[in-house]
């Protein structure tokens, strides 16, 4: 679930939000986790930090085209590339071989 809480540069210290859970408090102390859906109507906000985690990748796809077009502007791209935006591809990590063993002669 994609995280909220105030900026610490902001001059509030807690700020009332508005969730299709219902309302819920952020403070520069806790961040909150929220769906990706919510955190995305906060994403521009200049006052407030939202962090999406992979987990979050399945809704960030699957959000209402006005959605996708908020975080589009926020990110000055094409609503095509949000998520990839927000969550970039892992990279594959290749697992180092094993020594082989030599046989006893």
Known sequence: MATIRVNEDCEWDSRKLQGKEGKFEVTKAESVEV????????????????????????????????????????LDCEPSEVVNRLLPKKRSTRKKAAPKKEKPE
């Open 35 to 74: 769906s990706a859906f919510v955190a995305s109507h906060y994403y521009a906000s200049h006052r407030l930090d939202v962090v999406f985690v992979e987990s979050d990748r399945t809704e960030l796809s699957s959000l209402p085209e006005r959605e996708l077009s908020m975080l589009a502007v926020a």
